[in-house]
């Protein structure tokens, strides 16, 4: 019995679970624009027949949602009501299948009446129901709103040259849609288009199959410029690349099954192309440099000259090469970039580099040094601006070699060829250098008898010794010195000479030179041209017009009842010049000739009764198009004489620049305020700028208190700095686009004020003619404080007799500056005693005058400076006349423009008490002494002490 339960159970629970059959349709709802095909599948799945499925499609429209309406079936020809019949019969609405139990209905062309609720019906082939027999979708018919457009223009291009065309597309569908554009190429032996490449609905760029290579190396790009606007650039054209540029635009949207469907598709031709090959003429590059040599602390400028074609609309980077070694780099943005063996004369301002015109490059090297003698030659490479700014780097060519030599003002000789001295002795060895006027230096090198050459020690400009590094105890126990007694004799002192000493020695002079400043004037010119719309009657009225550059202006010739046959005239006489030209001529028979080129203009004419309109159309107006305009009708009937003027109307145009919308700022901030001898670093940005090619003129000037504003550097919209002349100190650089930044190296207290960034703002019109528009300033002020301070409080120093004593004079951290000169004055005053004495002077040229010191004391003193911010007194074998107060006095030298030394300021310092200590044994060797003799004597060797 239970067995038979149980298959009971099991029969029952198999027809329970018998699968039910299901008809599957599009997820509603659907969006699908007027005019656009539209695709239903219909799917049953579980069906319980072996026979093929049949399928009815009806329709429930939004206007009247209770009627079915029969639209197609696969099993009765006379299904469709007579709204689709003829559709069916025509082949627009028809259904695919593609099984048994799945089909499509297709319908080619949407009207708007097909809004509405569309149902599958599946009739049923068995006896019984199980599940469902239909299913439905909404199908909501949209207008068609997507819109590309583009001006059609015809190109003609060189091989190797650039491209670049826009194309407009925008929709008003109220669904959220995306879009997609593909540019395509036709070439003109090729009847295919082929796809340049895609920008897709998920912004993604998808290059053509022929054009992949070149997407990859950054020769085609395509962005999304704003809302509507799409810019395919291409660079280095190929003659392959001509014939119909077009773009194809689409509108899409996504349905509730996830998948995307195209709700429309619109294509406009932008452009005929024409690539002509490049001919023979091959790019040329030269290096230019002064002849027969310079001298130094004269200017060596070296001048790089690009032949190339068409060398205005190129980008090119130029490299100097002296010996083979990079020396200076300039991109094609006009950013400079100075190696590492320079970069310390860079930021002194010795060397600049500018780009003086499109083909000529210079490197400008003041003062020339010995050092900069060799071979120079520049080093140019092509470069192709790519998508999004970005260059990419082409071939490079090597100008010819060049030699510059570099001779030295300075000639240095030594008095004795040959010097005898003994072990232990003082050696002293003169060296004399005639041409040394003010800062020299001077460097002692010994090489020994076994060939090796090491630094002794030197002395700089400012009268710092600093030690080699095999002598540096030597220089601090005051056995090695550098002096300069006079203003062209050196001497090297080696006390305590030992055996190791004997070999060679070279003195070698270096005198730094800084070239003197010129200011140079930038001067700003602006055009203001005019042009607007206007009617020219044949009434001999005349009128002003006015309008922004780029507009487009209709000027209008009406011609009262023309019954005769007449010809119309449009004359053009350019602003400021007497001649006139003629433009246009329509003859009666509806023959047009041109006299000027097409580019900017159109002709329209508008037939009426009573009157004809010649219509003169200026696309783009600019600058050139500016002046007055003249409308000319002759009556060809009159015969045996020059046809007459029956309409005479001038009407004079002038053309505004656009309004700026240029806006700048100075920074990082309104008030610097920097110390004396730190690098200073100013920045002007363009915050934002009236055109996305604007181009940018920038001028930095400074204004000191009391002073008119002088120009300290200045950069034009080609970024062709302005020649340095005085300004030399200043460097400006282009970091950036948008950043424009001026480097003062090094502040002096000279160099505080307000200094003004200047930007003037350059568009290119319709004829590619540049032009600037006015300028905007910004200011900041730089405040450079000195820090000239010596430290003030006082010391006691404790030594005995006959040891060495030092003093030191020590400036503030970080008041000494390297662009000062110092002189230092040392005092002493005995002990109780009020008066001082003047022990040396070491002047701001690093001559030591110790007039004023007895021949004793002079044999035991040293005076020195061991560092920038140090001098030193150093007091050998000590007695107890030495005891009392040291004290020192500083005074700062700046030279000027014209190397005139200019006095400061001084500072003194706090006093040094040196005492003597009496040893020890003396004084017990006293005081037994006193003991054996009594008290008389004991009196008088008191006194006698």
Wanted: hydrophobic share 35%.
């Amino acid at each position: 019995v239970s067995s038979k339960l149980v298959l009971f159970v099991i029969f029952l629970l198999l027809n329970t679970c018998q699968c039910q059959q299901e008809v599957q349709i599009n997820e509603p709802p659907l969006f699908r624009a007027q005019g656009s095909p539209l695709t239903i599948s219909c799917t049953v799945i579980n069906s319980r027949s072996s026979h093929e499925q049949q399928f009815d499609f009806v329709i429930y429209k939004k206007s009247a949602p209770e009627r079915m309406v029969n639209i197609i079936s696969t099993g009765d020809p006379s299904f469709p009501y007579a709204d689709y019949s003829k559709r069916v019969r025509n082949g627009d609405i028809e259904v695919e299948r593609l099984s048994s139990f799945s089909v499509l209905l297709h319908m080619k062309e949407l009207l708007k009446e097909d809004d509405g609720d569309f149902e599958c019906q599946t009739p049923n082939q068995l006896g019984t129901y199980l599940g469902s027999y239909s299913a439905k979708t909404t199908v909501n018919v949209i207008a068609d709103t997507l819109s590309v457009s583009s001006t059609a223009t015809d190109v003609t291009k060189t091989e190797g040259e650039s491209l670049v065309f826009e194309c407009q597309m925008s929709t008003q569908t109220f669904q959220h849609t995306h879009l997609s554009l593909t540019w395509y190429l036709q070439g003109e032996s090729d009847s295919q288009v082929q796809p340049i490449i895609s920008l897709d609905k998920d912004l993604t760029v998808r290059p053509g199959k022929a054009f992949e290579s070149r997407y990859t190396s950054g020769f085609i790009s395509v962005d999304k410029v704003d809302e509507t606007t799409y810019k395919l650039e291409i660079s280095k054209l190929q003659v392959t690349d001509q014939g119909k540029i077009s773009c194809e635009g689409s509108e899409w949207i996504q349905d509730p099954d996830r998948s995307w469907y195209r709700l429309g598709q619109k294509n406009v031709t932008v452009s005929s192309v024409q690539v002509q090959p490049l001919s023979e003429y091959r790019d040329f590059v030269q290096v230019e440099s002064p002849n027969g040599g310079v001298r130094e602390g004269e200017v060596l400028q070296l001048k790089c000259t690009v032949e190339a074609q068409k060398i205005q609309e190129r980008y090119f980077s130029v490299a100097w090469l002296k010996d083979g070694r990079e020396v200076a780099h300039m991109d094609p943005r006009g950013v400079v970039s100075i190696s590492q063996e320079y970069e310390a004369r860079d930021r002194e301002g010795e060397m600049k580099v500018w780009k003086s015109s499109n083909r000529d490059y210079v490197l400008f090297i003041k003062p020339v040094r010995v050092m900069d003698t060799g071979e120079y030659q520049c080093r140019v490479w092509k470069e192709e601006k790519g998508a999004g700014g970005v260059f990419t780097q082409g071939r490079s060519q090597d100008s010819s070699v060049e030699r510059v030599a570099v001779t030295s003002n300075l000639v240095v000789t030594v008095p004795s060829a040959a010097v005898s001295v003994t072990q232990g002795s003082l050696l002293q060895l003169a060296c004399q250098v005639s041409g040394a006027k003010g800062q020299v230096s001077v460097a002692w090198q010994h090489r020994s008898d076994k060939g090796t050459t090491v630094d002794v020690i030197n002395l700089s400009r400012s009268g710092v010794m600093e030690p080699g590094a095999q002598y540096r105890q030597r220089v601090q126990a005051g056995n090695v010195r550098a002096l300069r007694p006079t203003a062209s004799n050196f001497t090297l002192e080696i006390a305590n000479v030992l055996l190791t000493d004997s070999g060679v020695y070279r003195c070698s002079c270096h005198k730094p030179l800084k070239a003197s400043a010129v200011w140079c004037d930038f001067t700003e010119r602006f055009s203001r041209l005019m042009f607007s719309d206007s009617i020219i009657s044949a009434s001999l009225k005349s009128r002003n017009v006015r309008v922004t550059e780029n507009d487009t202006v209709e000027l209008i010739c009406t011609v009262k009842r023309p019954e005769a046959p007449l010809s119309v005239t449009w004359k053009f006489q350019p602003t400021g010049t007497p001649s006139q030209a003629d433009i246009v001529l329509l003859t009666h028979n509806g023959d047009i000739t041109w006299f000027k080129e097409l580019r900017n203009y159109q002709l329209r004419v508008q037939a009426q009764a009573e009157e004809t309109r010649v219509v003169l159309r200026i696309m783009r107006a600019s600058a050139s198009e500016a002046g007055a305009y003249q409308c000319v009708v002759d009556n060809l009937k009159i015969v045996n004489r020059k046809p007459r003027a029956v309409a005479l109307c001038l009407i004079y145009t002038a053309c505004t620049s656009r309004e700026s919308s240029l806006s700048i700022a100075t920074g990082p901030q309104p008030l610097l305020e920097h110390d004396a001898n730190s690098d200073v670093r100013m920045e002007c940005r363009i915050l934002k700028a009236t055109s996305n090619s604007s181009r940018f003129a920038v001028t930095w000037q400074l204004q000191r208190p009391g002073e008119k504003n002088q120009t300290v550097v200045s950069m034009d919209h080609d970024s062709v700095l302005s020649d340095p002349g005085e300004a030399e100190r200043y460097s400006l650089r282009r970091h950036d686009a948008q950043l424009f930044e001026l480097l003062v190296p090094r502040v002096e207290t000279r160099d505080s004020g307000q200094y003004h960034c200047l930007v003037e703002e350059w568009l290119q019109n319709s004829h590619g003619v540049w032009y600037s528009l006015p300028a905007k300033s910004d200011a900041l002020e730089l405040v450079v404080r000195s820090k000239r301070r010596l430290t003030k409080y006082n010391l006691e120093v404790s030594t005995a007799e006959n040891e060495q004593v030092n003093v030191n004079c020590t400036m503030e951290a970080g008041s000494a500056l390297p662009s000062s000169h110092y002189s230092v004055t040392w005092f002493f005053a005995k002990v109780n005693a009020s008066a001082k004495e003047t022990l040396g002077k070491v002047g701001h040229d690093g001559v030591l005058d110790t007039s004023g010191l007895a021949p004793e004391l002079l044999e035991r003193i040293r005076f020195y400076r061991p560092a920038i911010d140090t001098f030193s007194l150093t007091i050998q074998r000590v007695c107890v006349e030495d005891g009392g107060e040291y004290s020192c006095e500083v005074a700062e030298y700046q030279t000027d423009r014209d190397g005139n030394v200019m006095y400061i300021g001084s500072s003194k310092s706090g006093i040094t008490n040196l005492l003597l200590q009496v040893l020890l044994i003396s004084l017990l060797s006293c005081m037994v002494f006193c003991c054996l003799l009594g008290d008389g004597l004991h009196v008088a060797n008191t006194q006698a002490l």
